[in-house]
């Protein structure tokens, strides 16, 4: 079985670190709020998953956060530390330079080339760069789910790997 990767959008990190405003996102019968996201973090934790914070994510969510009505110092600590970790690759962040590729020359030639059409379809270009993110490590051959509330993302989710089984001689 392959490692599983979790990659996190802006609006379930929002949820995670409670920056006001910013209760609960998706759809109704798809709601993440904190209670939800923790529990699902915890148990992903207990099962050696590994997170990854793009760069699309921490830009949005501190954006979030200096425009919260309160509490910005809190969060923006708050967010801070999970930068330093993953910066750093402290489990069970995955460290920033495991994106760089996707920053170069070529990779944003490609991104310009793609984002038009799929910025036709309502996806950002921030949510762009999230699914490009899901889609490197899902090349790399990781079992990958995008955290998100918003179903446009969603559906760009990398396809799971298959397990195939060994035949037993």
Same mark, same amino acid.
């Given at each position: 079985?392959?490692?599983?990767?979790?990659?996190?959008?802006?609006?379930?990190?929002?949820?995670? !670190?409670? $920056?006001?405003?910013?209760?609960?996102?998706?759809?109704?019968?798809?709601?993440?709020?904190?209670?939800?996201?923790?529990?699902? #973090?915890? !148990?992903?934790?207990?099962?050696?998953?590994?997170?990854? !914070?793009?760069?699309?994510?921490? #830009?949005?969510?501190?954006?979030?956060?200096?425009?919260?009505?309160?509490?910005?110092?809190?969060?923006?600590?708050?967010?801070? *530390?999970?930068?330093?970790?993953?910066?750093?690759?402290?489990?069970?962040?995955?460290?920033?330079?495991?994106?760089?590729?996707?920053?170069?020359?070529?990779?944003?030639?490609?991104?310009?080339?793609?984002?038009?059409?799929?910025?036709?379809?309502?996806?950002? #270009?921030?949510?762009?760069?999230?699914?490009?993110?899901?889609?490197?490590?899902?090349?790399?051959?990781?079992? $990958?789910?995008? !955290?998100? *509330?918003?179903?446009?993302?969603?559906?760009?989710?990398?396809?799971?790997?298959?397990?195939?089984?060994?035949?037993?001689?």
């Amino acid at each position: 079985m392959s490692k599983r990767i979790l990659i996190m959008d802006t609006s379930v990190l929002c949820r995670w !670190l409670q $920056v006001p405003g910013k209760a609960e996102a998706g759809p109704a019968a798809d709601r993440w709020n904190h209670e939800r996201i923790s529990k699902l #973090i915890a !148990l992903e934790l207990e099962s050696k998953s590994t997170l990854v !914070l793009p760069l699309a994510t921490l #830009i949005e969510t501190g954006n979030h956060i200096a425009q919260a009505p309160a509490e910005r110092f809190e969060c923006a600590t708050a967010l801070a *530390g999970y930068l330093r970790e993953a910066a750093s690759a402290t489990s069970p962040w995955v460290a920033f330079t495991e994106q760089t590729v996707l920053w170069q020359s070529e990779n944003l030639h490609a991104l310009a080339d793609a984002w038009p059409k799929l910025a036709a379809e309502k996806l950002t #270009i921030g949510d762009t760069t999230i699914k490009d993110v899901a889609e490197y490590y899902a090349k790399a051959g990781y079992s $990958v789910e995008i !955290l998100t *509330g918003d179903a446009g993302l969603k559906a760009h989710e990398p396809a799971q790997p298959v397990n195939v089984p060994r035949r037993r001689r």
